[in-house]
């Protein structure tokens, strides 16, 4: 199936797995994580569309990333029906550390500036899918199947941001994965102090 080989391809570029840590404490805590579900799909649109505003020479980019904004808001749109069908209040939360973290690392001058950000989606990207692969089994069946739902779109996500990085960088971009990885290993292998979707384990 599709789905399966999307999953090999993002675990071959993630430098780790979710530790079985935080999925257990996803699982204690799940208004909490679809509330913050909703928040990363709204941010992800956004993001999409501020790359379009700041980069709108770039054609390709321009098109990617309208899709992309459309998906991530036609999904911020379903785990909102989901909360109030389950009486869920969208509460604000605060950000996890996560995107703050990686976003870091990004160089300042142009066009490393795009391709480092680029990078940065592409991690969130995979991540957000393999957590989805990793919550499903566990979840009710219509969470379940609602997050098995979004792997294809989000693995595909995954692979635009990168080839949007190679694309601006003008070849591989291996080495600024690499930077990235490792500090990405460390917000996702770390004790965190707050759940979220992109955090790290959490113990009580």
């Given at each position: 199936m599709r789905h399966l080989s999307d999953l090999a391809e993002l675990r071959r570029f993630l430098p780790c797995a979710t530790p079985d840590a935080w999925v257990e404490a996803a699982l204690r805590e799940p208004a909490l994580l679809l509330i913050d579900h909703a928040n990363c799909e709204k941010k992800a649109a956004a993001t999409a569309i501020n790359l379009m505003y700041r980069y709108s020479g770039e054609l390709q980019l321009q098109h990617k990333m309208s899709r992309l904004a459309r998906e991530e808001l036609r999904h911020f749109e379903q785990v909102m029906a989901l909360l109030a069908a389950r009486g869920i209040r969208y509460d604000r939360v605060p950000a996890?550390?996560?995107?703050?973290?990686?976003?870091?690392?990004?160089r300042s001058r142009e066009p490393a500036r795009l391709v480092d950000t680029l990078i940065v989606g592409a991690f969130i990207e995979a991540r957000s899918c393999e957590r989805f692969a990793k919550l499903a089994p566990h979840l009710?069946?219509?969470?379940?199947?609602?997050?098995?739902?979004?792997?294809?779109?989000?693995?595909r996500h995954f692979r635009d941001y990168?080839?949007?990085?190679k694309a601006a960088a003008g070849g591989p971009v291996d080495d600024a994965i690499a930077r990235f990885a490792a500090r990405e290993r460390e917000l996702i292998e770390s004790a965190d102090t707050k759940l979220r979707?992109?955090?790290?384990?959490?113990y009580t």
């Open positions: 996890s550390r996560y995107a703050a973290g990686l976003h870091a690392l990004v009710d069946a219509e969470l379940g199947r609602f997050y098995r739902s979004l792997l294809r779109s989000e693995a990168l080839a949007l990085a979707f992109h955090s790290g384990p959490v």
